[in-house]
């Protein structure tokens, strides 16, 4: 391929700058422009000065739609929790604390944060903590039966618009299934690995 003309530079930089898909024979002046030093000189030329006076302008050789669906969807964190799983001889202790967060929506508290029951070789802790505002808004992790649960209120809001999940030391995370109850989500988890973890609710 000859050199291309100024005015084909100038429509490449045009393209690159407006992020647009390519046609074929764009996309062959782009190859060409790739390989040939004295294209590319003059395309960075022109492609520098729409950088300039251009708001929204990324210099690409590749310019492509990012698909909507590609976007990962940002979503509202409603609560995060903190539990720390202690265990002494038999007995385990369990401390629920809510993790500062600027736009947390629930203001959770332990109501009772270690219950025992059971004879003194058999020993079972259960966490239990509460939104401040609505008891029917909880969250309930029963160390050795390895269970917990979670309700809150979603105002009627289908599944598909939150998330809860755990998330432990190493980064791996479960979720938690949810489902509606009325104005309510609720969600139950079995087989919980034993130790620390933290519990996050986010919405979509």
Do not use: W
Request: charged content about 25%; some cysteine; overall charge negative.
């Amino acid at each position: 391929m000859m050199h291309l003309t100024e005015d084909q530079l100038y429509h490449l930089a045009e393209l690159s700058c407006d992020a647009e898909e390519l046609k074929t024979e764009e996309e062959q002046q782009f190859d060409h422009v790739k390989s040939c030093r004295e294209c590319f000189n003059q395309y960075c030329v022109l492609a520098t000065i729409l950088d300039a006076t251009s708001l929204n302008c990324d210099l690409v050789f590749d310019p492509v739609q990012i698909p909507e669906s590609t976007v990962a969807p940002v979503r509202k964190l409603l609560v995060a929790l903190r539990v720390t799983c202690e265990r002494v001889y038999n007995t385990i202790s369990l401390i629920g604390e809510q993790i500062p967060q600027n736009m947390a929506t629930f203001a959770f508290e332990p109501v009772l944060a270690t219950a025992v029951r059971g004879s003194s070789s058999s020993k079972t802790s259960i966490l239990r903590m509460e939104d401040l505002d609505d008891e029917d808004t909880y969250f309930v992790y029963d160390a050795e039966n390895r269970k917990l649960m979670v309700q809150f209120d979603a105002n009627g809001r289908d599944a598909a618009n939150f998330k809860a999940y755990l998330k432990f030391a190493d980064q791996t995370t479960i979720d938690i299934p949810l489902l509606k109850g009325g104005l309510y989500l609720k969600g139950t988890l079995l087989d919980v690995p034993s130790g620390n973890f933290d519990i996050f609710i986010e919405e979509n």
